[in-house]
């Protein structure tokens, strides 16, 4: 349902089903955005500037940084590595996230990871990030993403938390609250030099266009 006239009109000429590969630029109309998530949000790499194993932090490669090139959109990145969509929640919930005209929601890999898939924890608090954004931007708009495709997160504990934010944002019936089903069209996980566990440069650069074209107003 929230697909563009012109991205409809893609499809229906043969442009294909998948709205990460429309290259419209709709999203451009909004001047100032928030990204919630974990390290797939910070800019979290697995090697550090050594080259050795050790998960370090870049945020001038994460992709709220390349929305904000690509888009000259004003994105603040609130991601926290490691977090649950419930540790997101308790450490933010006390924030001022005010005067934002949308919201990127991508969360789940951990509660994958520490639930076992998705669970009412979960649930409970995705829609208490859901409604902080909502109530504190009146008609600003939030887009909830799946898990997004990468070399570690798959099997069934990331598709159930996958499925379990899909009916999420169908049981809510809110215009404002749109999925992106990134689990589906994203194209993270097409190149094997988009990830390593977490993003890379390149992965988080992919990632970053695909919100582009996915995101229709």
């Known amino acids: 349902d929230n697909l563009s006239s012109s991205l409809q009109n893609v499809i229906d000429n043969g442009g294909g089903s998948s709205p990460t590969t429309y290259g419209g630029k709709q999203i451009s109309v909004f001047n100032k955005g928030i990204a919630i998530g974990d390290s797939l949000t910070a800019g979290v790499f697995n090697h550090n500037a050594g080259g050795s194993m050790e998960d ?38 006390s924030d001022d996230l005010s005067g934002n005209q949308f919201a990127i929601i ?76 990134m689990a589906a069209y994203g194209n993270t996980g097409d190149e094997i030099g988009y990830n390593n566990g977490h993003l890379s440069a390149l992965g988080y650069d992919r990632l970053a266009q695909d919100y582009i074209s996915y995101i229709q107003i």
């Open 56 to 93: 370090t932090t870049i945020s001038g490669y994460s992709y709220p940084t390349k929305l904000k090139q690509l888009t000259g959109i004003d994105f603040v990145n609130l991601g926290n590595g490691g977090y649950t969509s419930d540790q997101w929640y308790t450490a933010h919930s």
């Open 106 to 181: 991508q969360l789940g890999v951990n509660d994958a990871i520490q639930y076992g898939g998705w669970t009412a924890t979960s649930e409970n608090a995705f829609t208490d990030i859901i409604t902080k954004v909502l109530t504190e931007n009146p008609g600003c708009f939030v887009f909830v993403s799946t898990i997004i495709p990468a070399t570690a997160y798959t099997g069934t504990a990331y598709t159930a938390v996958s499925q379990g934010i899909r009916d999420l944002v169908d049981d809510l019936n809110n215009d404002h609250v749109i999925l992106l089903d």
